[in-house]
């Protein structure tokens, strides 16, 4: 799942599972195995679905040598290429580019240069060991003015708090800390859009830039975010990297922080714990700082693997339902492989688990199943948002899309819970409802709406273009507090990381039944008289399929 770097934040599944998990366990009682409720159909597509096929696709995905998958990497190319042979092999046609499985996407592949730098007095710290930049504030620029403490930034009459009391800005560097202070609460914090309206104010006071330091309190550590804004980017290639007249915005980690108070008189510690009183004076630092942003830019392209399967019905097989998830992680940076297992090798194993049991069933879907697995998706759901523009089949006939994108909860354990991100906006939900309930899955609903996990995963791209569309994520039964440890060990040290590997205590079995209940909804879509339609009180819900006009960003 992509991260959301208009919040600065990369997303946690933490709050999202807790929640799953803890309803789950209310229900765990009266849960009860009821496949007999399945069609015979319905039973064989699931036979057909294995385990073994699923651990033979993620691993063969996240070994070593498909090098991470990477977007406009060769292991990207190789792992495109090698499923494409896979829908070859369980008698897909070819949906791609001249008669192929592969739609090609251009690309532009953006990196540091070695002359980026911040130097702060005498010191010269490096890009990605000591800080990091955020992408769209990045292009070829230079800055430098002296640096400025100004703990979090608020002018609040409000609360009687000025961080800038006595302080002239413009043309200094800011070091600042996200927020809020220990003592606000966050949900009023972000009710209040704080963090955008006194950036906005710094902006506009003509500020050099701005440097954030961590508290501690943070949900991504200064350390997190100065790896993930170190990395390469990867853009369209008319995009830009950042407008030439906006400051500059870094993050410095933990072990580089205290040196911007060397020269100040006041150590990192003490400054900290002012930065929590409403009385907080701005520190000046009394060290100049110096950012030199250089960058490399270079062309290349990648690859969405699209096939499908003919329907039976001689009417509905012009029509499809689209099956879809992101085979592509972060390949390799500074010599690191970043396998991506669980994000989302194994989504795509799932999917494609689904799609070797059709290619087997004795009775044909009505509708045709178009599969796709898009690259791209790790740096702004570029893959599905190109094959939704330029869709290799109708749009207006695509019927629903359900995606598959998560962070592994299906394999702590048998799914006894499922998350579908999108049942609210369409007859979708319902459908979920009644596939989840006679396999026994308790369907609970987002958790954490502030997350806007919906907004950020491919299937996004098809609801843009009028497309009802879900994205399944299961979770276990069992002891919380065992699985919500596991949880947070795994987002600190595996989301993202080399670390998302192929654990020894994965239960395939959860997996299983994730790639089940993606197949028997689709079977139900395919089977429809009409396909399945927005519900009156979506936001979509006036969209029709092959919508043009841009959505309005969610508040």
């Known amino acids: ?55 033979e696709a993620t691993s ?130 972000k009710a209040a859009k704080a963090d955008r309206i006194f950036i906005q104010s710094l902006f506009m006071k003509g500020v050099a830039g701005i440097i954030f330091i961590g508290h501690g309190r943070e949900e991504q550590t200064p350390d997190e975010m100065v790896d993930y804004f170190s990395r390469r980017q990867i853009q369209m290639p008319d995009e830009e990297n950042g407008p030439s007249q906006m400051p500059p915005i870094l993050y410095v980690n933990n072990n580089a922080a205290g040196k911007l108070f060397k020269a100040s008189g006041v150590s990192l510690q003490d400054a900290l714990a ?32 699209v096939g499908y399967l003919e329907g039976s019905d001689p009417k509905l097989k012009e029509e499809a339902v689209l099956f879809s998830a992101h085979y592509d992680a972060y390949g390799i940076e500074n010599g690191k492989i970043y396998h991506g297992a669980a994000d989302n090798a194994l989504g795509t194993a799932e999917m494609l688990a689904v799609a070797e049991a059709y290619s087997k069933m004795s009775v044909k879907p009505k509708r045709s199943l178009v599969f796709v697995a898009v690259t791209g998706e790790e740096y702004g759901l570029y893959g599905s948002k190109y094959w939704a523009k330029n869709p290799t089949w109708n749009i207006k006939k695509v019927s629903a899309n359900l995606n598959l994108d998560g962070v592994g909860t299906e394999v702590y354990g048998p799914v006894k819970t ?21 396999l026994g899955i308790k369907v609970v609903g987002d958790p954490v709406p502030d997350e806007k996990v919906f ?17 399944l994520m299961g ?46 909804l689709g079977w139900r879509i395919s089977e429809m008289n009409n396909m399945p339609a927005w519900i009156s009180t ?18």
């Not at 006036?542 to 919508?547: A, D, F, H, W």
């Open 418 to 438: 499922m998350v579908g991100y999108g049942a609210e906006h369409s007859t979708l939900g319902a459908m979920l409802e009644d596939v989840s309930t006679t």
């Open 274 to 305: 002012q930065a929590e009183k409403n009385d907080f004076k701005p520190i000046k630092l009394k060290q100049q700082a110096k950012v030199n942003i250089k960058l490399k830019s270079s062309k290349g392209t990648s690859n969405n693997v």
């Open 60 to 189: 063969t995905l996240s070994a070593p040598d498909m090098e991470g998958r990477g977007t406009m990497q060769r292991g990207g190319d190789k792992a495109a290429n090698w499923i494409a042979a896979r829908f070859q092999s369980l008698g897909l046609k070819p949906l791609g580019d001249k008669g192929s499985y592969l739609q090609k996407i251009d690309f532009k592949e953006t990196v540091f240069t070695p002359e980026t730098s911040l130097k702060v007095g005498e010191e010269t710290l490096k890009v990605g060991a000591d800080f990091g930049i955020l992408p769209f504030s990045a292009g070829n620029k230079s800055a430098n003015g002296e640096m400025i403490f100004i703990a979090y930034g608020i002018v609040a009459d409000s609360i009687k708090r000025n961080d800038l009391q006595g302080v002239d800005v413009s043309g200094k560097f800011v070091v600042m800390l996200e927020g809020p202070p220990s003592y606000i609460p966050k949900k009023d914090w």
């Open 475 to 520: 979770a276990p039964e069992g002891d919380i507090q065992v699985s919500m440890k596991r949880m947070k060990e795994w987002e600190k040290t595996a989301y993202h990381q080399p670390a998302d590997t192929i654990q020894e205590n994965w239960a395939w079995e959860g997996a299983e039944t994730v790639a089940e209940v993606m197949g028997i």
């Open 538 to 555: 979506s936001r979509f819900a006036k969209l029709e399929r092959g919508n043009t006009k841009e959505l309005p960003e969610e508040n």
């Open 1 to 55: 799942m992509k991260i959301n770097p208009k919040n600065y934040l990369a997303k946690t599944f933490s709050s999202v599972m807790l929640v799953a998990l803890l309803t789950v366990q209310s229900f765990a009682q009266t849960a009860v195995q009821t496949k007999s409720a399945l069609s015979a159909t319905e039973t064989e597509l699931t036979e057909k679905i294995t385990i073994a096929s699923i651990k």
């Open 455 to 471: 907004y950020r995963s491919d299937h996004y791209s098809f609801v843009e273009r009028g497309v009802p569309a879900l994205m």
